[in-house]
């Protein structure tokens, strides 16, 4: 299958298992990194991106977002290749599925290391968190 936006072919399982229904639809698939999830409840939404760039394609944001949006949690872009640095985005802006959307102008909402990381997702996420009663 291709991507109506970047012309990339998205060569994996599902690509193949679709490959006798290939039309020239406008069809996106992508993947979701992380879903954090604490006690019953979905929590964050993460796209993690191993790059200097400050860039997503545009498609796999557009996407990411509908489903933060659906979820009603907050999608963050993390970039992890020099330190971490994580970027949250608006899921009520508006953003088009040109081939990349740029953080390049945004501040992140953490810069630093992922022990740093850890700490930022343990105050924001799991300190209020119930103790889980195992079953065995």
Not at 32 to 54: F, M, P, W
Request: proline residues 4%; charged residues 25%.
């Amino acid at each position: 299958m291709k991507c109506p936006h970047c012309g990339q072919f998205l060569e994996n399982t599902l690509f193949r298992a679709l490959e006798p229904y290939h039309d020239k639809s406008k069809v996106v698939v992508t993947n979701v990194d992380y879903i954090l999830e604490v006690g019953n409840r979905i929590q964050a939404i993460i796209e993690e991106k191993h790059s200097t760039n400050k860039i997503i394609r545009g498609f796999q944001l557009v996407t990411l977002k509908k489903i933060a949006k659906c979820l009603k949690v907050p999608l963050y872009i993390l970039y992890s290749k020099n330190g971490v640095e994580l970027y949250e985005f608006d899921k009520f802006q508006i953003v088009r599925s040109n081939p990349y959307y740029s953080f390049e102008s945004q501040d992140p909402i953490l810069a630093g290391s992922i022990s740093d990381l850890g700490s930022w997702l343990y105050e924001k996420f799991l300190v209020k968190a119930q103790k889980s009663k195992r079953r065995w």
